[in-house]
Structure formats: structure tokens, C-alpha cells
């Protein structure tokens, strides 16, 4: 047989490091992050119980015990960014963000361009006021300010629900309660789980009313993060089988998970 010359095969040598380079990399990142083994996660850090900050301001709460419980086993590391909703799902358009990790509600209109993982939580609508008044019904707001929260689930929910009032628009939920209490607004439009822990922090709270949701609460990624997508739902689903997202939900829910959330 013929030796091979010495240039190609040096050039078949570069080409199998080549390949081998490739290899590596995609076994390294299995689920196309920005930087592999480590997950970029965008959240909150004033929604509470699902993302919130803790007094030092490490976030804390529902959707970050899942979050974290999933990189665990994913063997991934996590870093947080605390931002808004608006900037978090923006964030997984520009691939600045892996994951959005809150409780987002699941929007035909964030659906065109974002995707989302299996549902974590089924919620309601609450709308807060303080105990001074005794408006009990969504009709009553005519004419008074209520707040929301910019980009949120809860956002379409006054011109909807609520005919006449003024919506008030604020970055965050902690915004808007202190503003509430203030008496600069009249009622404040949230989330059941968050109204809540407001409740639980602000004894001058009352909840007016509450209304069911059509749509379940999950976390999102880029359209284009299939592979992130398909581990973290494989997470979620081994998480219920085995027990551990039934304890985690335990932990901030004092009512039992749907039979829906609760299928592998």
C-alpha cells in the first residue's frame, strides 16, 4: 500500500480533531444554552409565592425550588437575573435569558413567540383593596384607579372585568402595594397566590373578589430551544413522579395541586 503523503495526512488529522471538537461540544451542552453547564434564568423577585426575593434579595420561592431542583438534576448550574415580566419573555427572544423562571401565564398571544413548559400551577385573578372599603363586586370600580402590573397575566383583565375603571400600570407587584396602601390606588389586580402572601404581610388588605383563570401558570423558553424545553419537561414529569414536586407544592400552597398538574 502507498504511504500516504504527508499533507493529507495531516489534513485528515485536523479534520478527526475536527469532528471530535463537535462531538465534545454537543455532549458538553446537550441542551443549547448560551454557556454550557450553566443556565441563565431570568425572574422575579415581587411574586410571591412563586419568585421573590428573600430579605438579603436571593430569589426565593415555588417556581425557584423547581427551577433549581431541575438544573440539580440536570446537572447544570443556575444564575438568576431579577427583572420584569416584559424584559423576561423579550429577554428569551434575544437569547439573553435560557429560562423564564415565574409563574407566567399561559397567553395565546405569548404563546406566538414564546414557548412554555408543562403547567406548574392552576390560579385565580384576585383584586386587592384595603379594608376601608367593601366593594365586593368587579362592576362597583367604575370610575377608580386599579393597578396592574406591566406585562402581566392579570394586565387585560381590567378593560375585560372591569368596566370603567382606570387601570394604573406599575413595574411590580410591590409597587403597586405600596401604592395601594397609600391610598394612591383604589384596588390592585393579582394573582390568587400572590394576593395571598400580600395578605399575609399587610393585614390592612382584603381581597374584593376573586375569578378563575383560563389558562395555567408555567415557565418559558426561546421558540427556538427545543432541547431546553423537552429536559425541563422531562424534569417536571420524573419531579411528579417521584413525589418531589407534590412536596415542593406543599411547601407554599395550602390548597391541593389539580388532578391535571399532577399527570407525568
Known amino acids: 500500500m502507498s504511504p500516504v503523503p504527508k499533507r493529507t495526512a495531516a489534513a485528515v488529522a485536523a479534520c478527526a480533531l475536527l469532528l471530535a471538537g463537535c462531538s465534545s461540544s454537543a455532549d458538553d451542552d446537550p441542551y443549547g444554552l448560551q454557556?454550557?453547564?450553566v443556565l441563565h434564568a431570568a425572574t422575579q423577585t415581587s411574586q410571591p409565592p412563586f419568585a421573590y426575593g428573600d430579605p438579603s434579595g436571593k430569589p426565593v420561592g415555588f417556581v425557584i425550588d423547581l427551577t433549581d431542583e431541575i438544573a440539580k438534576r440536570l446537572r447544570v448550574r443556575v444564575e438568576y437575573q431579577a427583572t420584569s415580566v416584559t424584559s423576561s419573555l423579550a429577554g428569551?427572544?434575544?437569547?439573553?435569558?435560557?429560562?423564564?423562571?415565574?409563574g407566567l401565564g399561559?397567553?395565546?398571544?405569548?404563546?406566538?413567540?414564546?414557548s412554555f413548559t408543562k403547567p406548574l400551577?392552576?390560579?385565580?385573578?384576585?383584586?386587592?383593596?384595603?379594608t376601608k372599603t367593601t366593594t365586593t363586586q368587579l362592576t362597583a370600580f367604575g370610575g377608580h384607579k386599579v393597578g396592574v402590573v406591566t406585562g402581566s397575566a392579570q394586565e387585560p383583565f381590567v378593560p375585560a372585568k372591569m368596566p370603567g375603571a382606570n387601570p394604573v400600570s406599575f413595574p411590580t407587584a410591590n409597587a403597586a402595594i405600596s401604592q395601594l396602601l397609600n391610598g394612591n390606588i383604589?384596588?390592585?389586580?393579582?394573582?390568587?397566590?400572590d394576593a395571598e402572601h400580600f395578605l399575609g404581610q399587610y393585614p390592612?388588605?382584603?381581597?374584593?373578589?376573586?375569578?378563575p383563570v383560563d389558562h395555567p401558570t408555567a415557565m418559558a423558553v426561546a421558540k427556538d430551544h427545543q432541547a431546553?424545553?423537552?429536559?425541563?419537561?422531562?424534569?417536571?414529569?420524573?419531579?411528579?413522579?417521584?413525589?418531589?414536586y407534590a412536596r415542593l407544592?406543599?411547601?407554599?400552597?395550602?390548597?391541593?395541586?389539580?388532578?391535571?398538574?399532577?399527570?407525568?
Open 249 to 264: 407544592y406543599r411547601k407554599y400552597f395550602t390548597t391541593a395541586p389539580l388532578p391535571q398538574l399532577l399527570s407525568a
Open 204 to 211: 390592612a388588605l382584603r381581597v374584593a373578589t376573586t375569578e
Open 186 to 193: 383604589d384596588a390592585f389586580v393579582v394573582g390568587g397566590p
Open 106 to 114: 399561559v397567553t395565546p398571544e405569548r404563546q406566538k413567540t414564546v
Open 228 to 244: 431546553l424545553l423537552t429536559a425541563v419537561d422531562e424534569q417536571l414529569g420524573a419531579m411528579v413522579a417521584d413525589g418531589t
Open 121 to 130: 400551577f392552576w390560579s385565580t385573578t384576585a383584586v386587592l383593596t384595603t
Open 92 to 102: 428569551l427572544t434575544s437569547h439573553q435569558y435560557d429560562l423564564a423562571a415565574a
Open 35 to 37: 454557556d454550557p453547564g
